[in-house]
T-cell receptor, first 115, second 115 residues
Framework: EAGVTQSPTHLIKTRGQQVTLRCSPI?????VYWYQQALGLGLQFLLW???????NRGNFPPRFSGRQFPNYSSELNVNALELEDSALYLC??????????????FGEGSWLTVV | AQSVSQHNHHVILSEAASLELGCNYS??????LFWYVQYPGQHLQLLLK??????LVKGIKGFEAEFIKSKFSFNLRKPSVQWSDTAEYFC?????????????FGAGTRLAVHP
């Protein structure tokens, strides 16, 4: 069974540009989560999508947005990139939604460097 | 607001030493608890999880964790660490809020094991 896959694995963008990161969940998983792992800041929850809808959002500005497609894959968009957006962006997926007992599984992440 | 605290940001041990990493959460309702591990250059992997039942949970690679509800704690232990346990460890709490689950991570603990 394939795990959570993310693309691209590495990218470099210039301040002010926009970036789109992509994630394919494990087959059968309907929930997709996005996390930011910046140096020294641990894992920060960004967004949670389930069944195509945004279910929850972390404490990030509106220039961080995303969506989930009918096939449950997801995109994370970041507009007007700032230097501090440089981080590893992790996507995760889980099978159960709105209930207790769901385990989430992580992809390998997309390394974003903003220069 | 829900939060997860990991007491130690950096831990250095010699091989065969015992390990205990602290994790406390702040949430009064039903929670599911997780420990994830991130080995150097690798993605996050699930180490162990607690949903219900026996509060002493055994995970992979000889790790275990004990859920103490009265202390809001879920400490990770291993009787004898190995050099290969060098990694970053994240405690996470999945709390139900408004009928939906939200996975909150602690800041992580970097463990370095010296031969």
């Amino acid at each position: 069974e394939a795990g959570v896959t993310q693309s691209p694995t590495h990218l470099i963008k210039t301040r002010g540009q926009q970036v789109t990161l992509r994630c394919s969940p494990i087959s059968g998983h309907t929930s997709v989560y996005w996390y930011q792992q910046a140096l020294g800041l641990g894992l920060q929850f960004l967004l949670w999508y389930d069944e195509g809808e945004e279910r929850n959002r972390g404490n990030f500005p509106p220039r961080f947005s995303g969506r989930q497609f009918p096939n449950y894959s997801s995109e994370l968009n970041v507009n007007a990139l700032e230097l501090e957006d440089s981080a590893l962006y992790l996507c995760a997926s889980s099978r159960l939604t709105g209930r207790s007992g769901n385990t989430i599984y992580f992809g390998e992440g997309s390394w974003l460097t903003v220069v | 607001a829900q939060s997860v605290s990991q007491h130690n940001h950096h831990v250095i041990l010699s091989e065969a030493a015992s390990l205990e990493l602290g994790c406390n959460y702040s949430y009064g309702g039903t929670v599911n608890l997780f420990w994830y591990v991130q080995y150097p250059g690798q993605h996050l992997q699930l180490l162990l999880k607690y949903f219900s039942g026996d509060p002493l949970v055994k995970g992979i690679k000889g790790f275990e964790a004990e859920f103490i509800k009265s202390k809001f704690s879920f400490n990770l232990r291993k009787p004898s660490v190995q050099w290969s346990d060098t990694a970053e460890y994240f405690c996470a709490v999945n709390a139900r809020s408004g009928g939906y689950n939200k996975l909150i991570f602690g800041a992580g603990t970097r463990l370095a094991v010296h031969p």
